[in-house]
Every structure is written in C-alpha cells, then in structure tokens.
C-alpha cells in the first residue's frame, strides 16, 4: 500500500467511528432520512457536503469500500485547470472548486489543524500543446484569458519562453495560476467524508442501491450491503443520484429516459516509468524542464483520437517519475459495465500511451525514446457521456412533465468533472434546498447544466 492509501485507510476509519458517534447522538428514527445521496465519488460526496452544511439529514451511500478500486476518481492525480477567460464556465467550475476546497480545508483544521490546500492540489504549469491547424482556439480564448499565461507560436518562441524544441507545425500554450496543474481525487474525498461526519452525516460503504422508486411524497431504495449480501428497505425524503454510469440503471423506475441520455464507453490510462538509468542521467535543469512539461493535454496529432492527456503520477522506489496518460477520445463500447473495471489494456492500446508519450517527451530535446520507458500498469474505466459531452445537473421530470423538486441528478461528467467537483455538488444541493446563488457565471453554469436542457434534450 502506497503511503498515499495508507494515510487514506486511517482517514477511513477515523470516518467510520465519527459517523458511527453522529449516528448515535442524532438518534435518527429508524432508516428515515433527509436527503440520500447515491454515490460516493467527487460530485457525490460535494452534494453532500454541502447539503450537510446547511443542515439536513443526510446519508452518503457508496457501493465500494472507503478505498476505491474503481471509477473516475480513482487515483491521485487529475488535470486541475482554469483556463478559458472570465465567461468560460469550466474556468469557473474550477475557480469555484478552489474556493470551496479552501472552505474545506479550513473546516477541518477548525477541528483537527494541519490540512493544506497542497494536501489537494499541486500547483505547476498546465501546457497546451497542438497542431497549429487548432491556431484559432487558442487566438480567442487570449481576448478573455485573465490569468497569467505564455504562448508560443514558432519553435523560436518555444526555445525562448520554455526551452523546448517544438516542431514547425505546433503552437503550445502554457497556463500560470495557484491551484492549476494536478488534483488529487482521492483525498479529497477523504477529506469531503470525514467533514460529512464532523457534521454528523452518515457514509455507509459497501451499500449499493438496487432499487429506487417513489414513495408518495419521497423515495424508497433498496439497498444492498455487497459483503453480506443482505439487503433493507431506506427511505428518503429528497435523493441525489451522482452514480455515474450506472445513472440509467439506478433510475429506471423514476426517470427511464436517462438510459438513452447517457452513453458509457470505456477509456483507459497507462502508467509508464522512464527507465532510472536515463532519467538520473538528466542534468537538474533537464530534470526541471521535464516536471514543468507536465501536466499537458497535447494535441500534435490533429485527429480526436490522436489527443491526449498525460501527468504525474508519483514514483517509482527508483525514483523515476511516474507518467500517466490516457486519451480523451480513446473510447469503446462496453458490453459489461460491472467487469469493464478489471479489462486489461490491449498491446494496441499500450503501444498508443508508449508512442503518445515519447512524442511528448521529444519536445525536451534529451537522449530519450520509447525504449526508455517501462511500462507499469493500465486501468480501465468508463465515461459517462451525453450527446453534447456537457454535463446534466438537474431535477429530474416528473410524471406529468414537471420538475421533481426531490431528485436531482448529476451525470455525463465524462473528462471534465474532477477540476470542478465542489461546483458541480453546490449546484446540486442548492436545486434540492430550493437555493440559489446570483453570481452571472453560477446562473451560466446552472443554465448550460440544468432542467431546460433537460427538456431540449428529450425533445430531441
């Protein structure tokens, strides 16, 4: 177990034993709740934080243990990043995540000091690098960039800015701002579920919902506990679905039409170590030059398919650094969405991340191919996909066309959830709290996200 994981598995079971205490002094009524959120990664545990901020009764239910062995979430590293301007509502979705990870953060020091924000992100320069067909993204997110950046549109200004040797067909961009570079998912949601039970919430893992369905004004679930097999009846007054891509299996009695709403397709990530020998052959500035080339989306290659992302990830008791990187656009279908978790890589899929990442490597100029690197491990897992790939945070459509008040989802989050997870569940919690916040780029974001599109969709 990695030092990470293993501080980690403490936090968990100091959580249990703070919910376990919460439990009891709240004196619940049987399993009568508030609010029940379904799913226990980023967006769930974010909507129930913050539902349990303002007070309500809430109950966090997550089907795999406190450590998680699979999803979106797993890991610990993401792309945290902000750029797009002051009207990009991803760059907002980020900025609000960093100033709600900072409530966080001082939340638990309140009770126990000694948490950082550097505990949740690592701070480094996010790269850009692409085809220089793809100029004129770049030319108008610059009209509207607030934050500091560097751009190069030559191989010229590449040796100037970042002392890289950039081929003539390529433009890079390089993002500068405290909390962009790397995300780490995993403790954040330590740090989100032992501040559920600081304020006497409930996470109960290894409880899966077979079943939901309307219970009059409210909702009943069947929950199955996956260790022993044994299943109960809960019942709760308002429900969060954050199940990802099981969101059409969980909701096929009370909204049927997020089955074809949401379309799961596997993708995967590979691990590679550069070979010791070479890497500890670099000189320090190479060394540095290599750190400040991750993390990267690089687009070169100018099909979708051809796009990766690709950072940091840890390191070897070598200490080579570990490289992780997947591709946004490297989707298959799924014929089984409870096994795809354990499918292994194919040498196709793996000679891809191999060739993807030397390539990005070559714009060091250093003594290195992809002979140099050793290839660990990869990791398949699924993105929840709309049409549009923009994300759903709603209420669901009642039986007569309406909104349910009481259900709120939040889906198809497919590569871009992590950087704005704290965003995405204040959203949601403030749809089923009946609140609102006036901000121009929360109303944007609610918009883009929300019931209207909801509607258009199914219309369509």
């Known amino acids: 177990m990695s030092l990470t994981r293993a501080k980690l598995a403490l936090a968990a079971a100091a959580v249990a034993s703070l919910s376990l205490l919460a439990a009891c002094q709240q004196g619940r009524a049987g399993d009568d709740y508030d609010v029940v959120v379904i799913g226990g990664g980023l ?11 303002a007070g309500e009764n809430v109950l966090l239910l997550e089907k795999q243990a406190a450590e998680y062995t699979q999803g979106s979430s797993l890991g610990e590293a993401r ?19 960093v100033a ?42 610059r009209h509207n960039q607030v934050d500091r950046y560097e751009y190069a549109k030559t191989p010229e200004e590449a040796e100037a800015l970042f002392n890289l040797k950039m081929p003539p067909d390529t433009i890079m961009w390089r993002e500068y701002k405290a909390h962009s570079g790397t995300i780490n998912p995993e403790t954040l949601i330590a740090y989100l579920h032992k501040a559920l039970a600081l304020l006497g919430a ?9 079943e939901l369905s309307r219970d009059g004004g409210g909702y009943s679930l069947l929950v199955t506990n996956t260790e022993t097999g044994e299943s109960r009846r809960l019942r709760a007054d308002k429900v969060v679905s954050a199940a990802g891509p099981y969101t059409g299996r969980l909701l096929s009695n009370t909204a049927p039409y997020f089955d074809s709403l949401i379309n799961p397709q596997r993708v995967f ?25 991750y ?42 969405l409870d096994s795809v978790w354990q499918e292994a890589l194919a040498e196709a899929e793996i000679q891809w991340s191999r060739e993807s990442t030397a390539r990005h490597l070559s714009l060091l100029d250093l ?14 897992c699924v993105y929840s996909l709309t049409a549009t790939e923009v994300p759903y945070v709603t209420h669901v459509r009642g039986g007569l066309g309406e909104p349910d ?4 989802v939040i889906a198809g989050l497919s590569g871009v959830g992590a950087k704005g997870a704290l965003a995405y569940g204040l959203i949601a919690a403030n749809l089923l709290l009946g609140k609102d916040d006036p901000h121009p780029m929360y109303q944007k974001a609610k918009t883009a996200f929300g019931y209207q599109r909801l509607v258009s969709d199914l219309s369509h």
Do not use: C
């Open 367 to 380: 003594e290195i191919g992809e002979q140099d690197l050793n290839y660990l491990s990869g990791y398949s």
């Open 269 to 293: 990530l590979a691990f590679f170590a550069i070979e010791p020998d070479v890497y500890h052959s670099w000189a320090e500035a190479d060394k540095q030059r290599f750190r400040e080339l």
């Open 405 to 408: 008040p009481n259900l709120v």
């Open 295 to 336: 993390p990267a989306i690089n687009s070169t290659n100018p099909t979708r398919q051809g796009s990766f992302f690709t950072m940091l990830e840890g390191r070897t008791p070598q200490g080579s650094p570990v490289i992780k990187i997947g591709g946004h656009f490297q989707r298959s279908d799924i014929s089984d």
């Open 79 to 97: 792309i945290a990043r902000s750029l797009g301007g002051a009207g990009n509502i991803w760059s907002y979705m980020h900025n609000r995540t």
């Open 100 to 141: 709600g990870v900072e409530e966080l953060i001082a939340f638990l020091n309140g009770y126990e000091p000694g948490h950082s924000m550097n505990d949740v992100y690592t701070t480094s320069p996010v790269s850009y690098v692409r085809h220089h067909s793809q100029a004129s993204w770049i030319e108008n997110i």
């Open 43 to 53: 967006m769930g545990s974010s909507a129930a934080w913050h539902l349990a901020k």
């Open 202 to 210: 409930d996470a109960q893992y290894r409880n899966q919902v077979d």
